[in-house]
């Protein structure tokens, strides 16, 4: 199973700065991520939530449960040593998804503590770097069964 997190706001997608995150709702991230998953042959296990907290314990969870982790922290990823400090310790790949490219936009969205223990980060294309991410992790942990 893959664990696909989505960090605070993103419940809001479609209606939240669309000239930003574009029309699509998380239910068309859910849904993208679902056939995306199916044609790869993944099983996932999709979640959102407003709370740090919630999200710490999330990440804690996959350990023994997940194969990987594909998260997009939202703001947490700027602010959450918390969080970047679950990630380190689940010891799993991690790929880091952003709708927007946060390079690109103010100061404060250019580090990313998740960045930081992440195995990858896609960034700016999109919901489509859900799927993306779900196909790079695929690939990686198909490698790590080799
Ligand atoms: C985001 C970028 C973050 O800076 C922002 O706080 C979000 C969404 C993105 O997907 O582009 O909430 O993670």
């Known amino acids: 199973m893959i664990a696909v997190l989505n960090g605070p706001n993103l419940n809001l997608l479609g209606t939240r700065q669309p000239e930003i995150y574009g ?11 679902a056939e995306t998953a199916e044609q790869l042959g993944l099983a ?3 979640r959102q939530t407003n709370g740090e907290g919630e999200l710490v314990t999330w990440v804690q969870e996959c350990r023994g449960r997940a194969a990987g ?3 997009n922290p939202a703001a947490y990823s700027h602010t959450s040593i918390a969080l970047m400090d679950a990630l380190k310790a689940v010891d799993l790949p991690i790929v880091e998804v952003h709708i927007s490219n946060i390079h690109r ?3 404060f969205r ?15 294309l ?4 859900y799927a993306l991410a779900l196909r790079a992790m695929a690939d990686i942990v198909a490698a790590e069964g080799e």
């Open 44 to 46: 996932i296990d999709f």
């Open 110 to 124: 250019h580090l990313s503590y998740v960045s930081k223990v992440a195995t990858g980060v896609i960034a700016g």
């Open 69 to 71: 982790i594909i998260i």
């Open 105 to 107: 936009r103010e100061e």
């Open 126 to 129: 999109g919901i489509r770097g």
């Open 23 to 33: 029309a699509e709702t998380l239910d068309d991230v859910e849904a993208l991520c």
